[in-house]
């Protein structure tokens, strides 16, 4: 059969060329071609199940290896106070840490199935209303980033590859490189540095952290305010994560370039722009694709340090105080959300790619 | 003409030419990549001041008594780089870091393309439900936040850089699997693979004579990239608080900033150096990486 040899050969280049997206949805599995229209809801059937599986299997994870931390929660949730054994009975109690292991990891995965993560220990309310309430903020800060780095790295990376080798090319790789290199947070806290706080001469620019000001707006002065203390995080954000992006566009353009078909278009005649822009980037797109989503997952569970770094109201602040207590059941819940959010896109990327992709899992 | 002279009884030695001659060949081509020899330069420079650290700076350096500087200084002749905030020497202090950096980034970096490459190997070579359950696990890892599941990891266990190496180790090692198992199921298809078996090789000499010396190089370009990921990972280990209290390190000595307030007190001075160092390094690294894999594969068109 030889739809089996094309899998596994589409499988190998991608992990090989694309560098950091690994193989991702052109590993399907064994002969999925030449049976027509029921191949692809059977790939939707293999890849959903499979997001499940590891859905599951990160759920049983974060509830043994949070389990791992030295010390006694209890402790933690008084504060150093003098508690009489009593009252740490009834603390027990109440947070179910009287029950055996087992009974823990029952009750824990029979409430998770109903949606509910437990109560936090610091802020004595249930994880789910701490996490809806930070997440959209999240959504904001990282949406917002992600948007722009991916526009900027695809329009980079294409420009960078069709003049190849020359100065623009060099200097946009250079920088991407850099800029890839350089730990977000130092980053974030140089930008605050010079930006919000100001070395000499130069003013306070944006907020130094948090979302808002507090001071009462509404409507479109409210709007602003967040805007102008969006900034910063969202450009930290973007120079860090741009890289990738134009780097894979960059290299998968450049696998294509030399392809027949461009030789052939420009050969009739078309102007240089448009064999670019119709006929080699929509091909070379194929591995930046997956990227795209991988990255949207990953973005969500990367903010912890600029949200940290920026006082930002997010999931990624949340899980830094989580851990700094640490209060269990918050930390068992937001990493929870947080490997979600990248196996839901991953899959995504999965069910996507095919129709991008027809030799893919048809 | 050097190879006529070998006698063919000694095959070793005509082995050994050949490798040497794909080295200098390797190398030739490396050094047209102008990236990669810079690259390789700062990382040769950073290696001789970690090795030469005791020399320049003493072990003393982190001793918080005999400060030479008072709290937070600025940059002046005699503390180019400034004090910290318990009036240690900074530039002595970056110095410093740069061992337990450079350790840290290694060990992780080899223990996790260690873990990879046995994987990867195994898994392309025995195929059956072997492979299969081997693949589906590091398809689940891949799909892990690398970075929240290493500070799990890193709060889990107690505090110390052996905590730092394993945490990063364990969590970075599935993209590696994927490529090594991608290039040993391409070369497992050659026909003296089949050649080897007929005459009867078994798996460990298939694997160690015969796949691993083809995956090699590939492993070699990817080491180089982990090493520098391994190194912002630790960083960022440490600037979060998980990492060994004790030691000085980069990513501590930020963290030491943001704590005295260096931050909202506008003492540039004090987070620049480490920072730099760290971006340093890493971008080295990376540049080497790039190099080392456009030679072996030219295809991929980095620029020189």
Request: aromatic content about 8%.
């Amino acid at each position: 059969m030889t739809s089996d040899a094309t899998s596994a050969s589409v499988g190998a280049s991608t992990g090989a060329a694309a560098g950091p997206v690994k193989d991702g949805p052109a590993a399907a599995r064994g002969p999925r071609g030449g049976r027509g229209a029921t191949a692809y809801p059977r790939y939707v059937a293999g890849k959903v199940a499979g997001a499940a599986v590891s859905l599951l299997a990160v759920l049983v994870t974060s509830f043994f290896l949070f389990r791992l931390i030295p010390g006694d929660p209890v402790k933690f949730m008084t504060g150093g106070r003098q508690v009489s054994a009593e009252q740490l009975a009834v603390y027990r109690e109440q947070f179910g840490l009287d029950l055996p292991l087992w009974q823990q990891f029952t009750d824990y995965c029979g409430k998770a199935l109903t949606g509910d993560l437990g109560t936090s220990y610091q802020f004595n309310a249930p994880v789910v209303d701490k996490i809806t309430e930070a997440l959209p903020n999240t959504l904001l800060l990282t949406g917002t980033a992600f948007v722009l780095y991916t526009v900027l790295g695809i329009v980079l990376g294409t420009r960078s590859a069709w003049r190849n080798g020359g100065f623009g090319d060099r200097f946009h790789t250079g920088l991407a490189l850099t800029l890839y290199s350089l730990p977000s947070f130092w980053l974030g806290l140089l930008l605050i540095v010079t930006l919000s706080v100001g070395i000499g001469p130069l003013p306070g620019l944006f907020p130094t952290g948090g979302m808002e000001s507090g001071g009462g707006e509404e409507g479109f002065a409210y709007a602003v305010d967040v805007a102008h203390h969006l900034v910063l995080p969202v450009v930290t954000l973007v120079a860090v994560e741009y890289g990738q992006t134009l780097l894979v566009t960059r290299s998968a353009l450049l696998d294509e370039m030399g392809s027949d078909y461009l030789t052939t278009a420009r050969a009739k005649g078309l102007r240089d722009d448009l064999v670019r822009r119709r006929h080699a980037v929509p091909n070379a797109l194929l591995p930046t694709v997956t990227l795209i989503f991988i990255n949207l997952g990953r973005t969500v569970a990367g903010v912890i340090l600029v949200e940290t770094v920026f006082s930002w109201p997010g999931l990624g602040g949340l899980f830094y105080q989580a851990l700094s207590v640490p209060d269990l059941p918050l930390v068992q819940g937001l990493f929870f959300v947080f490997a979600a959010a990248v196996i839901v896109m991953n899959t995504l990327a999965d069910l996507i790619y095919p129709l991008f992709d027809p030799r893919v899992g048809r | 003409m050097t190879t006529e002279k070998i006698p063919a009884a000694r095959p070793r030695g005509l082995a050994w030419q050949r490798r040497r001659a794909s080295a200098a060949r390797f190398w030739r081509q490396y050094r047209a990549h102008r990236a990669g020899v810079l690259g390789l330069a700062t990382l040769v420079l950073f290696v001789l001041l970690a090795l030469a650290a005791p020399l320049l700076v003493g072990s003393d350096v982190d001793d918080v008594t005999g400060a030479p500087g008072s709290p937070l200084e600025r940059p002046s002749a005699e503390l180019p780089f400034g004090a910290d905030r318990f009036g240690r020497d900074l530039l002595g202090l970056v110095i410093w870091g740069a061992r337990v950096s450079l350790l840290v980034g290694l060990l992780a970096a080899v223990l996790s393309v260690a873990i990879g490459m046995v994987i990867g190997v195994t898994a392309g070579h025995f195929r059956g439900w072997y492979a299969t359950v081997i693949m589906r696990i590091t398809d689940w890892f891949l799909v892990m936040p690398t970075l929240v599941l290493a500070i799990a990891l890193a709060t889990v266990m107690s505090r110390s850089l052996l905590t730092i190496v394993v945490a990063i180790g364990v969590t970075t090692w599935p993209t590696t699997a994927r490529l090594v198992r991608a290039q040993t199921l391409a070369v497992e298809t050659r026909p003296y693979i089949e050649r080897a078996r007929a005459l009867g090789g078994g798996h460990w000499h298939i694997m160690s004579r015969h796949v691993l010396p083809n995956v090699m190089p590939l492993v070699l370009a990817q080491t180089t990239l982990i090493i520098s990921s391994a190194i912002l990972a630790e960083a960022t280990l440490a600037f979060l608080g998980l990492g060994d209290p004790t030691v000085v390190s980069w990513g501590g000595l930020l963290q030491d900033a943001r704590e005295a307030g260096a931050v909202s007190a506008g003492h540039w001075w004090y987070l620049v150096p480490p920072g730099i160092a760290i971006a340093l390094v890493a971008l080295a690294f990376t540049l080497c990486g790039r190099a080392v894999e456009s030679v072996l594969n030219p295809r991929l068109g980095v620029a020189r």
